[in-house]
């Protein structure tokens, strides 16, 4: 399975946790934190990993399911999400770690002329500071969080926009990511994907998203779109 015409790629959009950067340990001291100080049951990493994906509020909505065995209300959640907000601010780099050959990979994209961006439902204020943190940010010319637009991935909507921003035809840019959300949103997008087989994708393969292609390591990108 390979992507259609790779020598019309003009940019790559990836995703951030579970693409380029696993934070889940970081995520889980948060939403524990959180937990705890609502004197609410605490999860585990393992959870927490199948939580991941639909940004923070959906994050920390399906931990207080989990904590309270109960639905939890618009308005509850609201309450409770600045008190998550900072306990992962406290936590943001403290266990997050890069994949393997992310760094060789970007530069390689990055020397090699293809425009890269971040499409990730993490939202922007923590987004800016983790690629910061990392190394990253010169590689990026464009960042959009979960909340940078009125919607968030599997929405197309930020892949339209940033193919607008850049003047994109749907045959000159590619997603990457671990999530079926990416994948989905790619379709929407009309635009080509590649699959990462090392992330969260809720415990799912993500080959059944049917993405363009399945890639087990992030360096297996490059002879795909290079």
């Not at 904590?67 to 998550?84: G, I, K, N, W, Y």
């Not at 890269?116 to 590689?139: C, D, E, H, Q």
């Not at 993500?206 to 992030?218: D, E, K, R």
Request: one cysteine or more.
């Amino acid at each position: 399975m390979v992507l259609a015409d790779v020598s019309k790629v003009k940019a790559v959009a990836f995703d951030l946790d579970g693409t380029l950067v696993d934070s889940a340990l970081d995520l889980t001291v948060a939403v524990q934190d959180c937990l705890s100080e609502l004197g609410l049951p605490l999860c585990s990493e393992e959870q927490v990993r199948l939580w991941i994906g639909n940004g923070a509020e959906v994050l920390m909505h399906r931990a207080l399911m989990f904590a309270t065995s109960a639905d939890v209300e618009e308005t509850r959640l609201a309450e409770v999400m600045p008190r998550f907000k900072w306990h992962y601010q406290q936590n943001l780099q403290k266990h997050s770690r890069l994949y393997a050959g992310v760094l060789a990979v970007l530069g390689r994209l990055h020397d090699s002329g293809i425009r890269l961006a971040i499409v990730t439902n993490k939202p922007y204020a923590f987004t800016v500071p983790l690629l910061a943190g990392f190394g990253l940010s010169a590689f990026f010319s464009l960042v959009l969080g979960g909340d940078s637009l009125d919607k968030m991935k599997p929405d197309p909507q930020p892949l339209l926009h940033l193919m607008h921003e850049w003047g994109l035809k749907e045959d000159e840019i590619i997603m990457v990511g671990d999530s079926k959300n990416d994948i989905l949103a790619a379709k929407a997008a009309g635009i080509g994907s590649i699959g990462l087989t090392y992330g969260y994708n809720y415990g799912e393969d993500i080959a059944l998203s049917c993405p363009n292609a399945v890639c087990h390591q992030l360096n297996d990108i490059l002879p795909l779109i290079l």
